[in-house]
């Protein structure tokens, strides 16, 4: 009797398993930390997701994801999170979602090295500070969120606000009060154009300031960008800021990052990019990281890409970004200096999309 109820209802809906395996050889160093090793991710973060689909009638469909990193150099997860995971309708109107979803800034990269975690300068230098939420990485990832994502006639519209988590938290430099559910949300807003070869875009984010003292302030970032297809290369570009970096009001920054990407026979890609960043804080002299990188792709299969390329990142005294983790030197820790080394990379490695 249970089998015929459910039946209907079981031949209504999709479920689908997707996912990324993708592992590398890697060798470099950054500061007094020389690395060779065998790791995960470095195109496309590793991961397995369940996404499903149940029509309701009338065009109006319930919808779900469940999406969980993975390092598959060791078989571990990353962490107790997932990547993302929500439930919600979809219609004509697009789809609207509550859970742990994707920010805007996750959406709209136009970067030549595809958001590369070792690669590409745009990763690179927003990846290595927290503050940062407009990247391809977890900064994008927000919980206790209500988003809506709608795609028409070309123009693509990402919205989203998070409620946050941490109503029962303690705001120590307010002698301990407990936070108002108000304090710790945020918003952001993505919009995209898409024609033929031209993609354009904008985002913005802002995060409230969940402290609210002296020194501290709301988090405001934004970024604009754009890719254009000529056939023999494609040029992408993007520029961003952020206002209060870490809630902090004397300290805003801003990367920019530019690359190219040229076919090489059918299945073959050369890519090569170039960014820079930089923080500011009142008082102090503006630092700087330069990042460049030169890749190959090449197309095994519609779904599995075999990939070389290499990276380098120069920073001043005091900044540490790099696809290899820092470590300071012994003569460094006994003189107190911080940062200010090259960091690089070489990788091969291979990514199958399933």
Known sequence: VAGLVSAP????????IYGVADAYMGFG???DNDMAAINSGGLSGSRLGFRGTEALGNGLNAVFTFEQGYNIDNGTGLGNESRQSFVGLSGGFGTVSLGRQYAPGYDFQYDA????PILSAQAILSNYDAAVTIDAGGGSRWNNSVAYNGTF??????AIYAMGDQENSYVEPLGGKLMDPSDD????LGVEYANGPLKVGAVYHYLKDPVSVTGSDDQTEWLVGGSYNFGMLTLAASYQDVSSAGYDSTVDGNIWQVGVIVPVGAAGNVHVGYGEGEIEEAGQPDLKAKSYSIAYTHALSKRTTAYAGYNRTDNDAGLDAGPVAYRPSAADVAAGRFGGDESDVFAVGVRHVF
């Open 185 to 188: 949300d945020r918003f952001g």
């Open 113 to 116: 090295l595809a958001s590369s």
């Open 9 to 16: 209802a079981f031949a209504q809906s999709n479920v689908t």
């Open 153 to 158: 006639s070309g123009l693509k519209v990402r």
């Open 29 to 31: 160093s950054h500061g």
